[in-house]
């Protein structure tokens, strides 16, 4: 099982990025995958997350409306398009997989099972 995240980058405020989770290893329709990000001296939080099946996705509430999750299952990728960005939104962006479902927010970040290496976003003001 492996994750691959990618781009990242740096931009200024009210631009947009779309990140990258490339899956290889076991299908979309398996896990829920999730986006997390961590800030200097923050702890992790989930982001956003989307459910194997039915395409359940959850927001935390400082991105709802400026950030959307998706996945291409023929691609086996799961994107998270981010616009209007923010300073406070400058953090390292990961994604990951575990077994349990989005009912409402993302799983906790301890209860994912798999992890890909992080993508530094850094938006500047």
């Known amino acids: 099982v492996q994750l691959q995240a990618s781009g990242g980058g740096l931009v200024q405020a009210g631009g947009s990025l779309r990140l990258s989770c490339a899956v290889s290893g076991f299908s979309l329709n398996t896990y829920t995958i999730g986006w997390f990000r961590q800030a200097p001296g923050k702890e992790r939080e989930g982001v956003s997350c989307?459910?194997?099946?039915?395409?359940?996705?959850s927001y935390v509430d400082s991105v709802k409306g400026r950030f959307t999750i998706s996945k291409d299952d023929a691609k086996n990728t799961v994107y998270l398009q981010m616009t209007s960005l923010k300073p406070e939104d400058t953090a390292v962006y990961y994604c990951?997989?575990?077994?349990?479902?989005?009912?409402?927010?993302?799983?906790?970040?301890?209860?994912?099972?798999?992890w890909g290496a992080g993508t530094q976003v850094t938006v500047s003001s």
């Open positions: 990951a997989a575990g077994w349990r479902r989005v009912v409402g927010r993302c799983p906790r970040p301890d209860t994912m099972d798999y």
């Open positions: 989307i459910n194997s099946r039915g395409g359940t996705a």
